[in-house]
């Protein structure tokens, strides 16, 4: 059983995590969209290699090592045989040193203990989601993506004061055109995640369904991003 907390954003960086236990999907699923994490759960290794196998945009898996019929061990071989950079981390009720060296040796980046802290899954997250932006961007042979990503960060503070105040003032008109104008300052550049979530935002503007808390708790997770030392990193790859 495949299930992905937001269905719009499928080509948004996603978190993939693999455990047979259902209440994994319960604890994390409300967190993981609270944070802006795209993320699907999958109940066994074998569904965890029929994602990868495919085309995806998985920056990073956490997986449980104790699961029925295929373990954490026997996926990420053959993770490995597919990806061997994708970033994996183990996923155990108890680990000693001696399980992390092990664990590392299999393949795996780290291991986390359950309960899964959700500021951990979002810390991993950031990390492996950002160098895959920087990696992206450093091999890039589009000088001008460093221009667009630049002129974006420098105007987004503007962009998202004015969709700020219209909000406050309940000015649907503006909110159009600051949506618009945030969509169109972040056009062309490595942020896909960010164009799709505007693109959800104009969508429920539309329908009449936007929730100003839900577009308030984005515009800080914006700014708090693009304030981020590794994103900054993103600014200055082609300097």
Avoid: W
């Avoid at 455990?19 to 319960?26: S, T």
């Avoid at 108890?94 to 500021?119: H, Q, T, V, W």
């Avoid at 998202?160 to 945030?182: A, Q, W, Y």
């Amino acid at each position: 059983m495949l299930i992905n907390t937001n269905e719009c954003k499928e080509h948004s960086p996603t978190l993939l995590i693999v455990d047979d236990e259902e209440i994994q999907e319960i604890l994390l699923k409300a967190p993981l969209k609270r944070n802006f994490i795209n993320c699907i759960f999958t109940r066994s290794g074998q569904e965890c290699i029929e994602i990868l196998s495919k085309p995806n945009n998985i920056v990073l898996v956490l997986l449980d090592l104790l699961m029925p019929k295929m373990d954490g061990f026997t996926t990420i071989e053959k993770i490995r045989k597919l990806n061997r950079e994708l970033p994996v981390i183990a996923v155990s009720a108890s680990a000693s040193s001696k399980d992390i060296e092990f664990a590392r040796g299999y393949g795996f980046n780290d291991i986390l203990l359950k309960p899964i802290n959700i500021n951990e899954i979002c810390k991993q997250f950031e990390l492996y989601s950002n160098q895959k932006t920087i990696n992206e961007i450093q091999t890039s042979q589009n000088p001008n993506e460093n221009y667009h990503l630049k002129y974006f960060i420098e105007h987004m503070e503007q962009s998202r004061e004015d969709l700020e105040v219209s909000l406050i003032k309940n000015d649907i008109e503006k909110m159009k055109g600051s949506l618009h104008k945030l969509r169109e300052n972040n056009l062309c550049t490595k942020v896909s995640f960010i164009s799709l979530q505007i693109e959800a935002f104009q969508s429920d503007l539309l329908n009449g369904t936007l929730k100003k808390a839900k577009i308030l708790d984005f515009l800080d997770f914006l700014k708090n991003f693009l304030e981020r030392p590794c994103n900054k990193i993103c600014v200055t790859a082609y300097h």
